[in-house]
């Protein structure tokens, strides 16, 4: 078997990273106006590199980067998102390869972790020759059957100056910059609300084919913001899907939503500081996700 050869990625293979995330993914895989907007303006910037053979691309990857808190210190972090291998080149060690170039590269950047929503075949590749480390498995909520209620204030461009999540523990730095890049200006079907001294983000896409819609993001009191994404789910959407962050269990069981099977498994690795691995330590939100 001939060896493969890891590059940078450039844009005249757009089409073929593309291909490859349809093939793995099928319609829930990102369009090409997702993909572009998801790595080019980034505004934190985005690792991507190819794995190819004879000139033919065989593998993807990408880190995406985002400023976050941890520690109580802003530093640089990574989500190792959208990779997949095509199916006739698997078992060659391809993800892994392509894993380890987007650690080196993070790294010498100064990307304090690494961190990602592993799937169930990528999480025994992280946990095995990757050497990452386990933070969480986090339960996804759901409320079936929503119905309709009084809408709150939109929001049309967020204008907050700095974190709006600045009491969060650590987290992905949510700033305007941030908030307008990853829902406002986005090609996905978000829609923010203002209200209770923070906002929250409703989000419609098809799953596996059906319409579902989703708490995207979160800031403030629970459950009068709950009610607000309830209320703007459009009609014939069956499943509102939600994170709990701790403490807001109580809120999303009053509001309808009830645990489900699935769980987000959550884990990393330090590359330039510390990854602290205790869960409690930690808030992400469903729009923190590259799948979401």
Not at 151 to 173: L, Q, S, Y
Not at 195 to 221: C, S
Request: glycine share 10%; net charge neutral; charged share 25%.
């Amino acid at each position: 078997m001939s060896a493969y050869e890891l590059a940078a990625y450039e844009p005249a293979q757009r089409d073929d990273y593309l291909q490859l995330l349809l093939d793995a993914w099928g319609d829930d895989a990102l369009t090409g106006a997702e993909f572009d907007w998801w790595f080019a303006r980034n505004p934190a910037g985005s690792l991507m590199s190819v794995a190819r053979d004879d000139g033919r691309v065989l593998g993807v990857a990408s880190h995406s980067l985002y400023r976050m808190m941890l520690g109580g210190e802003e530093a640089l972090a990574s989500f190792s998102v959208h990779a997949t291998t095509a199916p006739a080149a698997r078992g060659r060690g391809i993800f892994v390869a392509l894993e380890r170039k987007h650690e080196q590269e993070a790294q010498e950047r100064g990307v304090a972790v690494v961190l990602a929503f592993a799937s169930a075949p990528t999480a025994p590749l992280f946990l095995g020759p990757l050497g990452w480390t386990p933070i969480g498995e986090l339960r996804i909520w759901a409320r079936l059957l929503p119905v309709g209620g009084r809408e709150r204030e939109r929001i049309e461009r967020f204008e907050e100056a700095g974190d709006a999540a600045k009491e969060w523990p650590n987290h992905v730095v949510r700033d305007a910059t941030y908030l307008n890049w990853r829902y406002l200006d986005s090609p996905r079907d978000y829609v923010a609300y203002r209200g209770d001294g923070g906002y929250a983000v409703l989000g419609h896409k098809r799953h596996k084919g059906r319409p579902v819609a989703l708490v995207a993001d979160l800031v403030g009191q629970a459950r009068p913001l709950l009610r607000a994404c309830i209320a703007a789910v459009r009609p014939g959407t069956r499943v509102l899907f939600g994170l709990p962050a701790p403490g807001q269990a109580a809120a999303y069981l009053s509001c309808g939503f009830v645990p489900t099977p699935r769980t987000l498994n959550f884990m990393g690795k330090p590359l330039a500081g510390r990854l602290d691995i205790d869960p409690r330590a930690w808030r992400v939100t469903l729009g923190d996700t590259d799948f979401f």
